[in-house]
């Protein structure tokens, strides 16, 4: 028992550590020196709809002005799976050389393109490019009504054909850079026309005292205005109240009921007189049916909480910051290569302790039982990006070398962490003996059944981080980035210690009507939050403005999948603190 204890609160230890020291995100300033007049290039990335933050389309997929030829800047694992497509461009910004109304090119819109142009600025088409690692962003057009004027000309369409760029500098480096569409300079594409138009833009170089170090702090006080910053600070103090109010229910309610058991087992008294809990300790350590499925649970599970806290690791010490190009993504890949061996071995360690025989289909089951549904998910999305050509769909490189990622290296690493889990086996440390055939179990009322604890163990665990997990959705599917890693990780410390209050409540409840089988019900009561998470993204899509076939099956299908994770991870969270508690109580009475 203190050994579980022990693998379960070091990482949280740690981690609290990390983030009481740990500093905000930085830049590094090796290779960001520049003279006068040096090239700096200008990478242009994507566009799409602003509403719709899954379908972006390369940047050239609208009749922008293109170089000859177009040539794509070399991606990694994790900037191709975030959609980014980086290529260059005609654009000149030297370093510290102004331009004003500089030419970009004569391009002669057909009809099809001027339509593809209107149709870009009635669905909000945004563009993103990159300058020195540093996003930009702009707008392609503007909608005018004029119904409302005598001439009654109706809505008109304007294109953007002249771009300003605003760059900041501290010395010989790039601190900031701003582009503005200027509405002086537009062209009108409501008519179905060819038309002429010059594209241009002019450039602005201006000195700031902001160091190079803090270049990335705009990014992050965009996300942390005064009143969103109290509204975090409002939802973890409302969550440390929650918390309270349910320990102190568990104490007064459960932890006085189980002293009073504990004395009057630990007395000599009547058979007749001991309490319910007591009567099937024969049965209560019987290892659950379907075993090989239970302990895949358990090694998914641990490896994914391991993810989360090496992820809120590299956070806290900068390495994971807003708009640092498929940062996470990549990290993602390899966290999750890397930590398979802990997914191994905790599920043939598990299994070995009942049965040292069938330990590799624990192992086999792990391999398949969250990256199995994840891959088929990301097949039928990625068939629907490719189908729209957005920039979501996943190049046929890409994909293979995430496979041989997998096959040469983190199925190796799920075998050998199953091998070590077997050559390290040990028996399962029962305080009490099992008996040889299990006691039957009474029918139970409606409200102590499966389904009712499913929900009282969901409902009061998300009610504390609804909040937080509300700002976490407007990150992923929006343009409001997370910059709170701090606030994030306690609020992910509170859903674990809520999460284990309620499961050692409930598996108590479910011991004194004396049914023993308590070891799936754990898993279940622990992981029902992320069914309560998911029933929140619905809500979520439902009450914002994202629209289209491929946005809501991207939003439908991710979100899946992270609920589906998070269902493991506290699944076996719940079930190792209720194991811890089982063990306490039954080796505190003198059983027979």
Known sequence: MGNEALQMSLPLVLLTILTLSASSATASASDRSYNVGDHVPLFVNKVGPLNNPSETYQYYDLPFCCPDPVIQKKESIGEVLNGDRLANTLYQLNFRQDKNGESLCQKKLKVAEVAK?????????????????????????????????????????????????????????IIEIRAFSDPNHVVDITEDVDIDVEFTYSVKWNATSIQFQNRMDRYSKASILPVRLKIHWFSFINSIVIIVLLMGLLTLLIMRRLKNDLRKCSNDEEEDKEVGWKYIHGDVFRYPSNMPLFCAV?????????????????????????????????????????????????AAAFHTQFSVIGWERSVLLTAILYLGPLFVTSSILNTVAISYGATAAIPFGTLLAILLIYAFLAIPLLALGGVIGYCLRSEFQAPCATKQFPREIQRLAWYRRTHCQMFIGGLLPFSAIALQLHHLYASMWGYK??????????????????????????????????????????????????????????????????TGFMQLSFFIGYNACMCYAFFLMLGAISFRVSLIFVRHIYGAVKSE
């Open 481 to 546: 980035i997370y910059t709170l890693p701090g606030i994030l990780f306690l609020t992910f410390i509170i859903l674990i210690i809520m999460t284990s209050i309620l499961t050692v409540g409930l598996t108590y409840i479910q011991l004194s009507v004396e049914d023993h089988e308590w070891w799936w019900r754990s898993v279940l009561s622990g992981g029902s939050t992320a069914i309560f998470m998911f029933a929140y993204s619905i809500y979520f899509y439902a009450r914002s403005n994202m």
């Open 298 to 346: 358990l090694g998914v599970g641990t490896q994914l909480l391991i993810m989360v806290c090496i992820l809120f690791f590299l956070a806290f010490f900068g390495v994971l910051y807003p708009y640092n190009r498929g940062a996470l993504f990549t990290s993602l890949v390899f966290i999750c290569t890397l930590t398979s061996i802990v997914a191994g071995y905790t």
């Open 117 to 173: 142009f209107r149709d870009a600025i009635i669905n909000d088409f945004y563009f993103q490019m990159y300058y020195d690692d540093l996003p930009v962003w702009g707008f392609t057009g503007k909608v005018e009504d004029e119904s409302w004027t005598i001439s009654d000309k109706g809505t008109k369409y304007y294109l953007f054909k002249h771009v300003l760029f605003d760059v900041f500098y501290n010395g010989n480096q």
